[in-house]
């Protein structure tokens, strides 16, 4: 492929941004932080939408679609998520153009169409939501109410980063409405299991649940719950969250039920998202220096069947061949691509489709064919094998689920080798700058010591894992006791 | 169901809305104009964009996305297409809000985050796409592009109706790029054939297939192709549009390519789309006074069971012999639901999805059991009659293709008894005020005749039909010579 390769011990950050271009998944366009998602990135994406979405609907959730738009007079009800987001809104003030009398050809708003109330494109959409639910909540028997919505939202960014941080992102928002405090955190927590079950099986990517403290809350949630998954460069990306939001947005709108002993209360509510920022997740915990790699459940293509050869016989043996052989696959779900194509050579078409993250390359000669065989390149350890024809079907079925564990366990053992039980400041240094991974330590509670240990360091705490031991030990800063450790890294 | 009841006889108009609502499908939401599409109307819309995708899938294209924001600038460049959608256009000025200094508590736009160029929110994605394809294309090699997106869009509207007419709604947009003149104009057929294939075999809504006329095509377009169904009231809802681009965006934008001859020039563009106005047409052709009517490919719901009883132990039984049957057609890949609610009573059941439009009701009593029999109703036509329960899957599965045929039928001949040739300016008139049908009548080609006809009558011409016949006749209005005969009608 005719691009520059940059390794990743180079310089991990441009590896990414060269990586994410020359394999064809998104670019920056004209509009300032907002990207294009170029077909084949967007396969990859629908992929992850199409598991989530029968994750959800399995869990008891419908989809449905509420307005881009959010009336500021609803933006504003629910004061804390209005503040968190009120820096980084796009704002419509008017619904018309007209020719702009001093530049012939040219466009100005017209001055006659200001709205008298600006709208804002949704950040997220627990406003224009709940502001609905008011209307369809009277009784206990109206809830509970799940749904799930996958829509763009936009939340201005001046530094952008493809997938990672874009003025406009891709995601699905579940918005739930409970009867009781209980059965909302039992919500919350089953999605945040959804969301790792998703990572790990899916993704392949071992992630740490737990909970985030106050400082990195979602502004109007009583608690959120993340996925925390770590990059190749130690680094932490925050992969999903799931938000127990109490009563606050129920008051904000004023939504009551009467429930079956017939008392008015206010009506308990989640949210919870991810989105496209997986997909920079996917790419950096997996790909090298070759480009892409990707774990077969999310692949597009799973295997990918180049033939060689010289003469047109060779090449109409080998297609009959090819034809029988991905029939087989495509018999057990399996997805595949023939790269036929005679403006390429063979070894062209090798690093491209190594740059994509393809699992499984078959490539088959003149002398496969006649011995029966076929030549099989596995992306992710590299590595070749001459392979019989016979029961081929079973063999790469079983190897794209192999694939599939190996990567996870890549990327476990990884993350094992970088996360550090650290118990005092030179030690959490030590990681946090040199080793670069993820510091277990203690942490004395305060907002005061997070904020001046993110000062010093640039980590901040990425939760406080879910089922933590509780055991006594003294703040790495302060010296202060401490009940539990906390993650702490470097973030994306 | 607690809700008034309204007949298509009395007022078409509202019984469209009360069926809306009432069935669940949409609402209106806080934003003027937006609507909030409810889980069970997403429900349909979802199996629309799952045969959609298919379709455009198995004729080769990919999905994208792109920016939901077109920077002013670009957006003026294909002067036309400026000129038609700026009217409609929501217009970001702002990207971040600040506490108003005068009112504690409320927000408003930062003056100091005025954008130095304002963003319209697209309407359709023409600009920011051909601006991005002058990227993608160098050679002939770069094509063709073949690429839909699923997205919102805007078009800023005064007086909306769920699903007709709404400021923001959902579509897929398609968006071609072709080395020649001919295979952008295969493509711009190929995909009105896919239109109307999914119109008749999946909506089962017959479709006139034709050309708009210079006044009705799309700004930017060279020609633009429609699909056209007929309501209940006679009246015509374009269904879908496709567009021949010729070279206009391409030169707007700059985008050539060098062919494999070596010369350069000017890329050829298609466009295509259908969106949620489709939710629109399937409601009305089908749906009766007792709710809505749906096509068995397109319901969320094939089958519903209800079970009757008095005692525990006959509950159980049937819920029983209801598992064994509906697990029986669910392998047969129908999807069903048990309404095993005991909140309601089985005639309040029979009203509601009979009103959601669930195309067979199986409902079964102790007699029932003991008989091994099953009560099916057919929603279409309002018919019941017992069956045995001796191969009831095929059975049901029998029944729905045939429903599905039968819906067919029922609307073409709706529309065979409502669509007139008329031959002269009375018998015209006849069609539009009394028949309340469409009108094939001969029309002298110009646009000032055009423009009368629907000055006088609100009719307007809703497409060329495709291999119409060409025969001698003299317009309806000026009496001047035809070449041909053009469908009248009033629309949505």
New interface residues.
């Given amino acids: 492929m005719a691009f520059e390769k940059i390794k990743r011990s180079e310089n991990y950050s441009e590896w990414y941004n060269n990586l994410v271009n020359n394999a064809d998944l998104a ?1 920056h ?3 300032k932080g ?6 084949y990135g ?2 990859i994406w ?1 992929k992850m939408q199409q598991q989530l979405d029968k994750m959800f609907k399995d869990t008891g959730h ?11 007079s ?3 009800k629910e ?1 804390k998520n ?1 503040e968190g987001f ?14 702009d009398p001093n530049n012939p ?3 100005i ?1 017209d001055p006659d169409s200001k709205l008298t109330e ?4 949704r950040p997220t959409s627990e406003a ?1 939501i709940w ?2 639910y008011k ?1 369809w909540i009277q009784s206990y ?1 109206d809830l509970p109410i799940l ?1 799930n919505q996958w ?2 939202v ?1 939340r ?1 960014e001046m530094r952008t980063r493809l997938f990672l941080r874009t003025a ?1 992102f ?1 995601w699905q928002e579940g918005h739930t409405a409970h009867a009781t405090k209980q059965e909302a955190m039992d919500e919350t927590v089953q999605m945040l299991n959804v969301y790792s079950e998703f990572a790990e099986s899916f993704m392949a990517i071992p992630v740490i649940k737990g909970i985030k403290t106050e400082n990195e809350r979602f502004a109007g949630a009583d608690e959120t719950f993340c996925i925390e998954g770590m990059m190749q460069d130690g680094k932490a990306l925050q992969m999903g969250t799931s938000h127990f939001l109490g009563q606050n947005f129920a008051k904000a709108f004023e939504v009551k039920f009467q429930s079956k002993e017939g008392k008015l209360d206010y009506v308990w509510a989640t949210s919870w998202g991810v989105s496209t920022r997986l997909m920079g997740a996917l790419i950096m915990v997996h790909s090298d220096d070759e480009g892409l790699v990707l774990p077969p459940k999310l692949a597009p293509i799973q295997v990918v069947a180049v033939p060689i050869y010289k003469t047109e016989e060779e090449h109409q043996a080998i297609l009959a061949k090819f034809d029988e052989i991905l029939g087989q696959l495509k018999k057990l779900g399996i997805s595949i691509k023939l790269d036929d194509r005679d ?1 390429y050579k063979p070894g062209f078409k090798f690093a491209e489709w190594e740059l994509k993250g393809v699992p499984v390359r078959l490539a088959m000669g003149p002398r496969d064919l006649a011995n029966g065989t076929v030549e099989l390149a596995r992306r992710d350890i590299k590595t070749k094998e001459v392979v019989s024809l016979d029961g081929i079907d079973v063999f790469v079925a079983n190897l794209l689920e192999e694939i599939q564990n190996s990567l996870f366990q890549r990327a476990l053992s990884f993350r094992k080798e970088k996360y550090f039980e650290v118990n005092n400041w030179n030690e959490f240094l030590d990681v946090i700058n040199n080793k670069q991974g993820f510091a277990f330590a203690h942490w004395d509670g305060t907002n005061e010591t997070e904020s001046k240990i993110k000062e010093l360091t640039k980590a901040t705490i990425r939760c406080i894992p879910m089922d933590n031991l509780q055991e006594d030990g003294v703040c790495i800063l302060t010296g202060n006791p401490s009940k539990q450790r906390v993650v702490f890294a470097k973030s994306y």
Avoid: D, Q
């Fill in positions: 670019e366009s004209a509009v907002c990207m294009v998602i170029k077909p967007y396969a629908e419908s989809n449905a679609y509420f307005p881009l738009f959010v009336p500021k609803l933006f504003e004061e209005a009120a820096k980084e809104c796009a704002i419509v003030t008017h619904y018309r153009l007209k020719a050809g040219k466009l708003p600006e709208l804002i494109v224009i502001n609905t209307n028997r749904i829509a763009n936009v201005w406009e891709l403006t």
